[in-house]
């Protein structure tokens, strides 16, 4: 099967932990990103990576790194977490500039 | 940067009747758009995706208006019925070079049987 992949779906946690999300596509694409959505539904770019260029939204707290290991695999770390943290994270992908997108099922995060 | 402002925020209607939402955005050199539905729980799924100005196009179920001149991007779901209720958002690709989507802010839609 071809697709997006997020583990975990749901991950509840304590204030000042560190949590890692993992994102996995088997679509041979070539850009991977990562986007926020917050409870209002409000989708907000974190970091856009292409195996040669990592993009970051100048907006997203320094707490929060990408880590992949090759252009398949785009982890996501927060290092402490606040509860203003607690969002649905959307892992995708395209192949090049302007291709279509295709998203993960999500990891929502609860931090209390 | 781009900015992307979309309406209605809540949209409710009759089963059978039509649901308009509309999408402006700022930056003229923008050159692909998109529509997404996502449903409860669910990811975002990708409706249709379009480039040339002015153009009708035709889904199952939908229609997409690109007017470039105006900047404006529309989505009009004919005959609507209770599994079309979800979150709709639109998306612009940023001419920036960086292959991000800018989204709107979303339009819940309930179709009422």
């Known amino acids: 099967e071809t697709a997006v992949f997020q583990t975990p779906n749901y991950h509840v946690t304590q204030v000042g932990n560190e949590v890692s999300f993992n994102c996995k596509q088997t679509l041979g694409h070539d850009t991977m990103y990562w986007y926020k959505q917050d409870s209002k539904k409000l989708l907000k770019i974190m970091f856009s990576?292409?195996?040669?260029?990592?993009?970051v939204n100048e907006t997203v707290p320094r707490r929060f790194s990408p880590q992949s290991s090759d252009k398949a695999h785009l982890n996501l770390r927060i290092k402490s977490v606040e509860p203003e943290d607690s969002a649905v994270y959307l892992c995708?992908?395209?192949?090049?500039?302007?291709?279509?997108?295709?998203f993960g099922s999500g990891t929502r995060l609860l931090v209390i | 940067g781009e900015q992307v402002e979309q309406r209605p925020p809540h949209l409710s209607v009759r089963e059978g009747d039509s649901a308009f939402i509309t999408c402006t955005y700022t930056?003229?050199?923008?050159?692909?758009f998109f529509w997404y539905k996502q449903e409860p729980g669910a990811s975002l799924q990708l409706l249709m995706k379009v480039f040339s100005s002015t153009e009708i196009n035709e889904g199952q179920g939908f229609t997409v208006l690109l007017n470039k001149k105006d900047k404006r991007l529309s989505l009009n779901l004919t005959a609507a019925h209770p599994g079309d209720s979800a979150a709709y958002f639109c998306?612009?690709?940023?001419?920036?070079?960086?292959?991000?989507?800018?989204f709107g802010s979303g339009t819940q839609l309930t179709v009422m049987p």
């Open positions: 995708a992908s395209s192949l090049g500039a302007n291709s279509d997108y295709t």
């Open positions: 930056d003229p050199n923008s050159y692909y």
């Open positions: 990576y292409n195996n040669k260029q990592l993009i």
């Open positions: 998306a612009v690709s940023a001419s920036s070079g960086s292959w991000q989507l800018i």
